[in-house]
């Protein structure tokens, strides 16, 4: 475990790899002491309520994690009305990056979708299995 992000250049590889559009950039407290990598990423899509920002989420963070890609997910995420801001100030013991791709139709929301609900529903059974301890007994006995 290390503090702060993976790379930014690494986070914006594995996107155009999954076919992500997105604007990746750091922010004014990125490699400052003590806080290691800091950036935002911002990707567009078209969500209808907060379960399927949800949904798009665990699927994202599924993906980047498949592929290598350690990202960690992060409360402001979760977060419709989240406004992103880009640094305001430029700063000389800060460099500023920025990676923008536009590979793609744009999020696949309905495909993010469908692996929650096969994801959700094998995780349910799962638990149900875990969890019975034995079959229900007959009244009579």
């Not at 305001?88 to 923008?100: F, K, P, Q, T």
């Not at 875990?130 to 079959?135: C, G, L, S």
């Amino acid at each position: 475990v290390s503090p702060g992000a993976p790379p930014p250049l690494s986070v914006h590889v594995a996107l155009i790899e999954l076919g992500i559009p997105h604007v990746l950039y750091t922010t004014h407290s990125d490699q400052q002491p003590g806080k290691g990598r800091r950036y935002r990423v911002v990707i567009p899509a078209t969500l209808a309520d907060k379960s399927e920002l949800e949904a798009c989420l665990a699927w994202i963070f599924h993906e980047m994690h498949g592929a290598d890609c350690w990202l960690a997910d992060v409360p402001e995420n979760h977060r419709l009305s989240q406004p992103w801001f880009f640094p305001r100030v430029e700063s000389d013991n800060s460099e500023y990056l920025c990676y923008a791709s536009e590979v793609g139709e744009g999020l696949d929301v309905q495909a993010a979708l469908d692996w929650f609900r096969a994801e959700t529903q094998v995780t349910a059974r799962q638990l149900n299995e875990a969890t019975r301890t034995a079959t229900p007994r007959d009244q009579d006995s």
